[in-house]
């Protein structure tokens, strides 16, 4: 499976998401490609050290003599491999000016790794421009974090419309694995209404799972780890496994 982690609004926990679902997947024995698609470079340095990255997905996007194989580094975890970003990425929409496969980059340079990883799991920068479409069009699976908080559902019209018109053309396999609410605070009323609100958009597409507020999560990409080594212990590690687990299952139930 290849799933893309995406919501156009920032800071809702889709770098939290992608980090320690794809490193629940790598525990669970999956051989398991990280890609960052965010200029910010997040994801990437909760594993690599900054100095570490030369080339990153930019050139493996932008340039057709450079591969995903060419970025790859391993992560502090067996099975988890990094394809890291840099600043630089931020430039990709204005050199593919013009190019007409510029959507369907990421999804060439995926297809060239043959089936080397189980697993891939895609971080998208919060916007909806030209690197979120190639993560969609490269995607068999959308996973949509959702911040519990007043304007949680702000924005998801868009994604939501994006995904419709990726799914006409280039990517008609797409599908909405489900949406998961991060940051969640079970002690607020305000909380507890938000959730419902959630529920009633998406209905069955919100997984069970909830992702507490949990500050052992903000903490572990200081130390390059992912929550299950640094704080194996937390409400943030035992809620990560238990949505890779519903990820995995809602995978298997669709492939036959
Ligand atoms: P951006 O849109 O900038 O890429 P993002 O959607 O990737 O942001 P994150 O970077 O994952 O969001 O999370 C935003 C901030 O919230 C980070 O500081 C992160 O450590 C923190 N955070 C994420 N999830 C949780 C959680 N469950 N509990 C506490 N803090 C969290
Ligand atoms: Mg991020």
New binding site residues.
Partial sequence: MIVAIA?Q?????????AVNLAAALAIRGRKTLLIDL?P?A?SSISFLDHNTIGRSTYDAIAEPDCGLADIIQPSTLPNLFIAPARIGLAKLEARLVGEMDAHFKLKDKIEQLGGEYENIVI?C??ALGLLTVNALVAATYLLV?IQSSYFALEGTDDLLETVEKVRLRPNPGLRILGVVI??HDKRTALARDIRQQIHKVFGGKVFNTV?????R??ES?AYKESIFTFAPDSS?ASDYYSLCQEVIERVEARTP
Wanted: net charge neutral; no cysteine.
């Fill in positions: 919501n609004k920032g800071g809702v926990g889709k770098t939290t998401t965010d910010q997040n971080d920068p919060p974090p991060t940051m992702i507490s507020k949990n500050v999560l903000e990409p943030g």
